[in-house]
T-cell receptor, first 115, second 110 residues
Framework: GAGVSQSPSNKVTEKGKDVELRCDPI?????LYWYRQSLGQGLEFLIY????????KSGLPSDRFSAERTGGSVSTLTIQRTQQEDSAVYLC?????????????FGNGTRLTVT | AQRVTQPEKLLSVFKGAPVELKCNYS??????LFWYVQYSRQRLQLLLR??SRESIKGFTADLNKGETSFHLKKPFAQEEDSAMYYC????????????FGKGTLLTVNP
């Protein structure tokens, strides 16, 4: 009965290093989203997975960002060669499906700090 | 393109006073509108959605298509309402993507 779980909760990395952020959605939820929350910028859509369909990657800010979802469950967001502007809280959310009646359930996020 | 505007970054009221958090949207079709709330050190969670026409924790929001607004209101604010509030839009039907506003930080003073 747990909610969306994200790990790590905090990550400090040096500029230029790669990082991986993990998301465990609620069991049975077919839709999974990644958002980025920056101070003063609100929530910025990054990527969306729905079942076996091709993901919507339209929100990824650069080719340094990628994400995958294995077995329709756990998702990993990877940022290569991190930059200071990547510092933000990365939020994962899942929902039962799409459209009406499918609110998003968010995790606690991963706070990424690039030094 | 769809867009959500929350004109107030910060809003401060006294306990017991009415509060209104403004949200305007830009979308040509029939959208779904939501309010999400994030209390201090808690995860972002759904507060209410326009299709349910519900009142949650004393908050209501009416979709005004003529003014393209979905303002969040509460007649008597409480200190525990202090939080970050985000308005969000989904373009309806089978569309999945939520577009969020930049949020309004509400502080209710004693």
């Amino acid at each position: 009965g747990a909610g969306v779980s994200q790990s790590p909760s905090n990550k400090v990395t040096e500029k230029g290093k790669d990082v991986e952020l993990r998301c465990d959605p609620i069991s049975g939820h077919t839709a999974l989203y990644w958002y980025r929350q920056s101070l003063g910028q609100g929530l910025e859509f990054l990527i969306y997975f729905q079942g076996n369909s091709a993901p919507d990657k339209s929100g990824l800010p650069s080719d340094r960002f990628s994400a995958e979802r294995t077995g329709g469950s756990v998702s990993t967001l990877t940022i290569q060669r991190t930059q200071q502007e990547d510092s933000a809280v990365y939020l994962c959310a899942s929902s039962l499906g799409q459209g009406v009646g499918s609110p998003l359930h968010f995790g606690n996020g991963t706070r990424l700090t690039v030094t | 393109a769809q867009r959500v505007t929350q004109p107030e970054k910060l809003l401060s009221v006294f306990k017991g006073a009415p509060v209104e958090l403004k949200c305007n949207y830009s979308y040509s079709g029939s959208p779904e509108l939501f309010w999400y709330v994030q209390y201090s050190r808690q995860r972002l969670q759904l507060l209410l959605r326009h299709i349910s026409r519900e009142s949650i924790k004393g908050f209501t929001a009416d979709l005004n298509k003529g003014e393209t607004s979905f303002h969040l209101k509460k007649p008597f604010a409480q200190e525990e309402d202090s939080a970050m509030y985000y308005c969000a839009l989904r373009s309806g039907g089978s569309n999945y993507k939520l577009t969020f506003g930049k949020g309004t930080l509400l502080t209710v003073n004693p």
